[in-house]
């Protein structure tokens, strides 16, 4: 079972392994914030759009042929949020600057992906 904690621990990896990056954000499937390490105020809907987000990719990789879905990323004019799916019930987020590497926090976001999978003891969905 993911608690917030690991949230806590795979922030501090992920801001340790990738530059410029300035939220981390565990959300359940349903769009409910499991961890995210923004101030309380800052939170509103950064859950709901990840889930959302998730929700969006599995769409289209099923849509194009592709499989399921890895992970996202979509880059804007002042950073990028890159996520993958834990399991069946959690997805991983983070934000990153305009200078960060999209490629690197893509890579680092299905690492620790993979880890917390693990831990949870789900598997991925399909």
């Known amino acids: 079972m993911i608690i917030p904690k690991h949230g806590l621990l795979a922030g501090a990896r992920l801001r340790h392994t ?37 929700g969006l990719a599995a769409t289209a990789t099923a849509a194009f042929g592709l499989g399921a879905a890895r992970a996202s990323l979509t880059v804007g004019e002042s950073g990028t949020v890159v996520l993958a799916p834990v399991d069946a019930g959690h997805v991983l987020a983070i934000l990153m600057d305009a200078d960060a590497d999209p490629i690197a926090g893509g890579d680092a976001v299905l690492d620790e992906a993979e880890r917390l999978r693990a831990i949870s003891g789900m598997v991925r969905t399909s």
Do not use: H, N, S
């Open 18 to 54: 990738v530059r410029g990056v300035t939220r981390v954000i565990i959300a359940r499937t349903d769009g409910i914030a499991l961890y995210d390490d923004v101030p309380l105020k800052e939170r509103d809907g950064g859950a709901a759009l990840t889930a959302a987000i998730l």
